[in-house]
């Protein structure tokens, strides 16, 4: 044993607490724009499970069932509201991006995708993405 990790044992032993560099060097934030096109993936799922359920699309994104093991988050990464439009047989989902204002670039770009809805499921008209 070394004299680190014997230090280590001695200070675990007393109840204080030891840095762990491997731990803390693996833990990151997801990025805002991930998190948006994440959550919006998960609604997709959300509005399939709510058509099974219901045999028609839901009117609003508070009528969406939770999924066990999925988020139920309908914010961007921003903590902003997922707009949610229904118009027909389509669902629109949009996020203004960082600055919170339709339009822009980079950061502040517009995250928009579109679900068909058919029958008993929701098909992706234009996925939401990254780039």
């Known amino acids: 044993m070394t004299r680190s990790q014997a230090l280590a044992l001695v200070c675990v032993l007393a109840g204080c607490s030891v840095p762990n560099p491997i731990v803390e060097s693996t833990v990151t934030t997801i990025p805002p724009d991930s998190?948006?096109?994440?959550?919006m993936h998960v609604i997709?799922?959300?509005?399939?499970?709510?058509?099974?359920e219901n045999g028609e699309p839901p009117?609003?994104?508070?009528?969406?069932?939770?999924?066990p093991n999925k988020a139920a988050s309908?914010?961007?990464?921003?903590?902003?509201q997922i707009a949610f439009v229904v118009?027909?047989?389509?669902?629109?989902?949009t996020s203004c991006g960082a600055d919170g204002k339709p339009g822009g670039n980079?950061?502040?770009?517009?995250?928009i995708a579109s679900m068909r809805v058919c029958d008993r499921t929701a098909e992706w008209v234009n996925p939401p993405r990254l780039d």
């Open 87 to 93: 118009n027909g047989n389509t669902i629109t989902l």
């Open 106 to 111: 980079g950061d502040n770009r517009d995250f």
């Open 74 to 80: 309908t914010t961007d990464g921003w903590g902003r």
């Open 35 to 39: 998190a948006t096109v994440t959550n």
């Open 44 to 52: 997709q799922q959300r509005v399939e499970k709510y058509l099974r």
């Open 59 to 67: 009117s609003s994104l508070d009528q969406l069932p939770v999924i």
